[in-house]
């Protein structure tokens, strides 16, 4: 998921044509926010007769970085925005400013999704091409970020691992919800970023499959029954207890909101998580594969 990245609508989807228009005025309409955003904070800078450098010292970054925030070309992070409204005494001009920038960080297409994991007291997910965005360490999102194609500029990588850091506030939230990860032993094998990378993610899944409200499984490449042939998905149970089905792949994605197609990703992923690795037997395997690095 947006490790590859991914969209979310509320309600049925509408016609691709429909999607695509929507998904091309969402970006433009991000943009437009980020941009004012900057030209907020240049003008209550100028405003307090500060520097730039002056400026950047107090919140901690570059007279550069400065500049990018103020010309729309990185999106500042909330205790940035925070920061910066204190520092300029601008009285809440700027902090009203964090949510809609929030959303702005991610790809049009994965803003809803973003938002919904937030809600979510459920998330099961099948994953087949690479580490889940919610286990990947930094390093990791780097390498996978920085294979994409085409290429992304360096603002737009810092951007998207911060972005992808954040999402995993999940495991710190209370109550914690139930997190279930299934993944092809493919995934663990695949050398995103090299061998050194693939060793801190290995360690890193170790670690959180050690977390009482999470579980890691492996399917397993020699098994001859899979019932997630399909292809990747995720399903999701938000706090109000509606269900959803996301699927993404290729820069698109789709949401699923009919109950009875979620009742089936369900039963699906149940017999998914049945034909993998328990999770005990999945750890010790992500182990034995570190000691084959």
Request: proline share 4%.
């Amino acid at each position: 998921m947006y490790e590859r990245w991914g969209a979310v609508a509320e309600e049925q989807a509408e016609p691709e044509a429909d999607e695509a228009e929507g998904a091309h005025t969402a970006d433009k309409s991000a943009r437009g926010v980020v941009a004012a955003f900057g030209q907020s904070l240049k003008t209550l800078r100028t405003r307090a007769g500060m520097e730039r450098e002056e400026f950047g010292k107090r919140l901690g970054y570059s007279a550069s970085t400065i500049a990018s925030f103020e010309q729309g070309r990185r999106i500042p992070p909330p205790r940035a925005i925070d920061r910066s409204d204190e520092v300029l005494d601008a009285g809440g001009l700027l902090t009203v400013w964090k949510d809609q920038l929030e959303r702005a960080q991610y790809p049009a297409f994965f803003q809803g999704m973003a938002q919904l994991e937030k809600q979510a007291i459920e998330l099961l997910s099948y994953d087949t091409l690479v580490v889940n965005g919610l286990l990947q360490t930094e390093e990791y999102m780097r390498a996978l970020v920085g294979n994409h194609c085409p290429p992304v500029d360096a603002e737009t990588i810092e951007q998207r691992v911060s972005a992808r850091l954040a999402r995993q506030a999940i495991f710190e939230r209370k109550p914690a919800p139930l997190l279930s990860f299934v993944m092809c032993e493919s995934v663990l094998r695949r050398k995103v970023g090299g061998g050194n990378v693939l060793r801190g993610q290995l360690e890193e899944l170790l670690l959180i499959g050690q977390r009482r409200n999470v579980e890691i499984q492996v399917m397993p490449l020699a098994s001859e029954d899979n019932a997630g042939l399909e292809g990747p998905f995720t399903f999701i149970t938000r706090d109000d207890g509606k269900r959803f089905v996301y699927v993404e792949a290729q820069g698109t994605s789709t949401l699923e909101t009919d109950p009875k197609q979620a009742v089936l990703a369900a039963a699906r992923y149940g017999i998914i998580r049945s034909q993998a690795f328990t999770p005990r037997e999945s750890l010790q395997f992500i182990e034995k594969l570190l000691g084959e690095l």
